[in-house]
C-alpha cells in the first residue's frame, strides 16, 4: 500500500482547504492573470497553483500528487521534492504567461494594422480562429454583421469593428488560470525519468503502459492541443508544458536530482 509522504500530505491539505475556501469566499483575486491586465498581482504566481476551478480537476490533480509525487519525495527527500515542485508551477506559469504574450502582442499588432488600414481581410483574419462564444453578446452580433458591411467599404462600422477586437484582446488579458497541474506535469516527467519501466495507465484506457512511453505520449498530445488551440478546450496546455520542461532541465542539468539519497 502506498504511503503519503509528509510534504506531499501537506500540499494536499493545503490544496483541499483552499479549495473549500473557495465555495466560503470571492478568491478570484488569488488565480493568475496576465502581467498586462489590471487584475494581475505578484502574489498571483504562487496562489494561484494552490487553487482548482472544481471537483474533478482537483481530484485528479492531487491523486497525481499522492502517487507520484509520494515516490518522488521518497526517492529525493522532502526538501528537493518540495523545491522540485515549486520550481514546476513557478516554470509552468513563466511559459504560460510568454506564450501569452506573444499570442496577445499579435493580436494588438493586427489591431494597429486594422486601425492603421481598414479592411475586410485584415478584420476577418483576426476572428478567423476565434470561437464567438469567447465575446460579448453584442459583438457576436457586430462580427458577423460587420464582415460584409466593412467589405463594402463602409467606414462607420470601422469603430465597431475596432471595439470588437480590442473586446476580445480584453478578453484574453483578464481569462484568470487555476490549478497545480503545472507542478504535476512536472512530476510526472521526473516519474517517467526514474521509474520509466512502472507501469501507468488512463482510467478511460486500462491497459497499462510503462512510463517511459506513456509519459512522452502525453507530453506530445499536450503540445498539439496548445498550438491547436481548439475552442472547446479551456485547459492551459503550455502551462502543463511549462512544468515539464522546467523538470526536465532540472534533472537533466543538476546533479541535486539525480543522486539517491
Known sequence: MLRITEVAKHLLIINILMFLAGFVFNTDLLALYYPGSENFRPFQLVTHFFMHAGFMHIFFNMFALVMFGSALETLWGPQRFLFYYFACAVGA???????????????????????????????????????????????KEVVNNLSGAIQEGSAALVPQATNAMEQYVDFKMN???????????????????????????????PVPVKAKYFIPILMLLELYLGVNNFSWDNIAHFAHLGGALMGLLLILLGRYFNARL
Open 175 to 205: 481569462r484568470p488560470v487555476v490549478g497545480a497541474s503545472g507542478a504535476i506535469f512536472g512530476l510526472l516527467l521526473a516519474f517517467g525519468m526514474k521509474f520509466p519501466n512502472a507501469e501507468l495507465m488512463l482510467i478511460f484506457f
Open 93 to 139: 506559469a513563466a511559459l504560460h504567461m510568454f506564450v501569452d504574450y506573444l499570442t496577445i502582442s499579435s493580436l494588438q499588432a493586427e489591431i494597429d494594422a486594422f486601425r492603421s488600414a481598414p479592411s475586410y481581410d485584415t478584420f476577418w483574419a483576426f476572428f478567423n480562429d476565434v470561437p464567438l462564444d469567447r465575446l460579448n453578446p453584442e459583438y
